[in-house]
């Protein structure tokens, strides 16, 4: 077999194996969705976001949406039950049979315990084989978020992002593209970002201790090429429960 069907085999076999789930959480400006694209591509799983199955099912009007309009309706917050009730419905689709990613679930310790539990009781409704959840979490350190973040521009026209700092236009503020004057949105002001931050990291940590405390913690430096980082995530949720 030559260079390239061996290539080619060897990309069908990754897209049909059993990869199991993936828990992918960091801060922003981490570049958590640009690596969930890779690997949703590199496997061909789905990607479950918390906040798309909430804004679907409330679109949808089903059982589990309407509770949900009537509890945002009252300006409360969804509670743990209902996006675990929804999670839970999720999963047992077809898509999820090989394996999933989870994006911005879980984002507590309980809603972690309930996923393992989950995971453990619903095995053969939901996975083809068991799996014990890869976790991956991109690590960036504060100031170079605080850069990624603040000096984050965008063209109000065609939509192009720049960052003053690591991919700054050719002429000050304006857009490469259509001439533009460049934006900065609301939530990219430094004391906006550092609440975000802030709040990340008092959630974050105690689900880093859950997951370390069961040897499926697998710490990426963020700081580093969108190349390298997928690299290193892909190996990580390749290799599983080896590494």
């Known amino acids: 077999m030559g260079t390239q069907e061996t290539e080619v085999a060897e990309a069908r076999n990754t897209r049909e194996a059993i990869i199991g789930p993936v828990i992918l959480f960091g801060p922003p400006g981490a570049g958590k969705g640009t690596q969930a694209k890779f690997i949703v591509d590199h496997f061909a799983i789905p990607q479950i976001s918390t906040g798309d199955l909430l804004r679907e099912n409330v679109a949808k009007g089903t059982e589990l949406g309407v509770k949900a309009r009537q509890i945002m309706n009252r300006g409360d917050l969804v509670p743990d039950e209902l996006v675990c009730d929804m999670v839970a419905v999720r999963l047992t689709a077809e898509d999820c049979r090989r394996g999933f990613i989870l994006d911005g679930f879980p984002r507590t310790v309980a809603q972690a315990k309930w996923l393992d539990t989950y995971l453990e009781s619903k095995v053969f409704d939901i996975l083809k084989e068991h799996r014990a959840p890869v976790v991956v979490s991109i690590v960036v350190g504060y100031n170079i978020l605080l850069q990624r973040l603040t000096g984050r521009r965008s063209c109000p026209t065609c939509g192009r992002i720049y960052n003053v700092h690591f991919q700054p236009p050719q002429k000050p503020d304006t857009c490469d593209v259509d001439g533009a004057q460049l934006v900065t949105r609301k939530d990219d002001c430094e004391v906006v970002i550092s609440e975000r ?17 069961q040897g499926r913690l697998r710490e990426i430096d963020g700081d580093r090429s969108v190349e390298v980082v997928a690299a290193e995530a892909l190996r990580a949720i390749e290799h599983g429960d080896h590494l």
């Not at 931050?197 to 405390?213: I, R, S």
């Open 197 to 213: 931050l802030k709040a990340y990291e008092q959630q974050t940590l105690p689900l880093a201790a859950y997951y370390g405390a």
